[in-house]
């Protein structure tokens, strides 16, 4: 079995590498840490988990899983990581590659997270989505990498279960999926709109700078539409406001 001892060692400094967004572009990779998210890796998509990284008491169990590992010092683990308190696991994964005409077309519900900055919220989303059933999820405009080391944790393992791409123009969007673009002080709640029709999108925007203005421009089969809040209340965190969105449309579905 192959060993790493040494954090020093060219394999650890290559791998580190991984945590600039052009380095995963360019390599295709991404590292995805901890127990709970390295199983669900394996779980749900084996075929994007290239290696697993263990120190030696987990090695056992990621052998039974049927990974590909390697033991690790607890420091090397610590090197590859970032968190404060490394939990003795990080897996080298596949960045999938997923057709964004394909998902457009794809029916069910989509989620558009527009300029969305927070590794936490964007992770946030990911989880909400995956658990409401969401076809899958696109990002549009300067939004940080779903493949961000924060992203993949705050997700929870679903960027694994998740289908994510790129909205690259919003003249792609198929005439037939309806759009509801989240906007602060829209006039039509997000009670007052009728989902039980499966075939539609959500726009969350940033807490800071809201969605992108192109939204307002396209017209026809779009809908901005707000959550109501107490008096007073200003604003809702991006990752909670596109959660009460998804499961709005979720409960009348259950």
């Known amino acids: ?5 040494s954090r020093k060692s060219d394999r650890v400094k290559e791998l580190v590498k991984l ?7 360019s390599a295709g990779l991404f590292l995805a840490e901890g127990p709970a998210v390295v199983r669900m890796a394996l779980d749900n998509s084996p075929e994007l988990v290239v290696e697993v990284f263990a120190v030696e008491n987990l090695v056992e169990e990621f052998l039974e899983l049927g990974a590909n590992v390697t033991v690790c010092t607890p420091e090397v683990i610590e090197a590859l990581g ?3 308190q490394p939990q003795g696991v990080i897996a080298l994964c596949r960045i999938p590659q997923v057709d964004s005409a394909a998902l457009l077309a794809k029916a069910g519900v989509l989620l558009v997270a527009d300029g969305i900055s927070d590794p936490g919220n964007m992770g946030t ?3 909400t989505a995956d658990a ?3 076809a899958g999820i696109m990002t549009f405009g300067n939004c940080v990498d779903p493949f961000n080391d924060k992203v993949v944790r705050s997700s929870a393992g679903s960027i694994f279960r998740v289908p994510i791409s790129e909205l690259t123009s919003l003249d792609l969007i198929p005439s037939g999926k309806h759009v509801y673009v989240l906007a602060a002080g829209a006039s ?10 499966a075939n539609y999108m959500w726009v969350v925007g940033s807490e ?3 969605v992108h203005a192109a939204w307002a421009e396209r017209g026809d089969n779009t809908t901005a539409v707000s959550i ?8 809702l965190n991006a990752g909670v406001a596109g959660s009460i969105c998804l499961y709005q449309g979720y409960l009348q579905h259950v």
């Open 132 to 134: 409401t059933g969401v």
């Open 19 to 25: 945590h600039k967004k052009s380095e995963r572009v």
């Open 1 to 5: 079995m192959r060993s790493i001892s």
């Open 228 to 235: 109501p809040m107490s008096a007073g209340v200003e604003s």
């Open 82 to 84: 970032t968190t404060v």
């Open 125 to 127: 989303l990911i989880r």
């Open 188 to 197: 039509t709640s997000i009670t007052d709109i009728d989902l039980g029709q």
């Open 208 to 210: 800071a700078h809201g």
